[in-house]
């Protein structure tokens, strides 16, 4: 594929910022770009532009004396985004069931689906319309998946769940698994049944190799909008507010109930049957261990404000030296009372 500058900037709304003319074939990382490629720059980038090989660059804002053309727009990534679907457009998925496919009684199939290849799709099950459901994907019964879901190999969705319409779920995502809920007595886990489900609303997406638990009663809810990362675990009753990110290899348990617009940063760990509200931040492994209120920025375990774990996070780098400042102090102090003691 080839696109002039311009016809880029169309695309995406951006202003020209040095030869139009130039000829794109091709997109790349900013480290990686060469004459021929566009690329993106924010942030830390924007600071070393000079050293980029790329043909083009989209940025926020004109950068003076950059050695390529540039591109301004609002949000640069967003921007890339739609020059990176335009040079790689998705793979067509063919627009049938197929003949491998298992599809119990009293299904109902939308309009234009695609069920791949040894998918089961189990009784009363609902599928909308422009759904794809690809290789070795497992639909429970009763299950209702809006239109223009997709739903990737290998993924689970367990009886009961509701999924919304755009829902993305990433290779071996387990939506409804079994809640994980026992009652113990005399040293004895007794299973105890977990008959609710999970609710996904629209624009929800789930990444590869997450789990997302039934509620013991009632739903586990992830509000719309939602992005969760792989390697993520959602224990039952969790509710998940609008527009939040979880990253990676975050472990809420159950019974939390999340504000929108949160952000649980890598390797964060929730305790069970806590509120956290609107508009939270939590920097990566952080415990968190209570209560949060909106508009926090937690960090550290157990969690604590960001700025006041900073400061300790400093001060641990200096206890080495102000352990032998004590031992000084202490020395001189002895010295100190020794003298007193002669006089």
Known sequence: ?????????????????????????????????????????????????????????????????????????????????????????????????????????????????????????????????????????????????GEDADIYAG????????????????????????????????????????????????DVEIGSCTTIDNATMGSTLVRRGTKIDNLVHLGHNVEIGEDCFLIAQVGIAGSTKCGNHVIFAGQTGCTGHITIGDNVQFAGKTGITGNVPSNSIMAGYPMRPHKEWLKLAAYENRLPDMVKTVKQLQKEIDALKAQLKES
């Open 1 to 145: 594929m080839e696109k002039t500058l311009q016809e880029l900037a169309t695309l995406v709304g951006g202003r020209v910022v040095g030869d139009e003319s130039i000829v794109i074939t091709e997109t790349r990382g900013f480290e990686q770009a060469v004459k021929q490629s566009i690329t993106f720059a924010i942030g830390e980038y924007v600071e070393h532009i000079a050293l980029c090989q790329a043909g083009a660059v989209i940025v926020e804002s004109e950068v003076k004396d950059a050695p390529m053309a540039q591109i301004v727009v609002d949000n640069a990534k967003a921007a890339f985004a739609q020059v990176l679907e335009l040079f790689h457009p998705p793979v067509v998925v063919p627009r049938e069931v197929h003949s491998t496919a298992i599809i119990g009684d009293n299904v109902t199939l939308g309009n234009n689906v695609s069920i791949g290849a040894y998918c089961v799709i189990n009784d009363n099950a609902v599928i909308g319309d422009n759904v794809t459901i690809r290789p070795y994907v497992y639909i429970g019964h009763n299950v209702r998946i």
């Open 155 to 202: 993924a689970i969705v367990h009886e009961n769940c509701i999924l919304g319409k755009r829902v993305v779920l990433r290779a071996k995502a387990v939506i409804g698994g079994e809640g994980f809920g026992f009652a113990t007595e005399n040293g004895v886990h007794t299973h105890i049944p977990q008959v609710g489900n999970v609710i996904l609303e629209d």
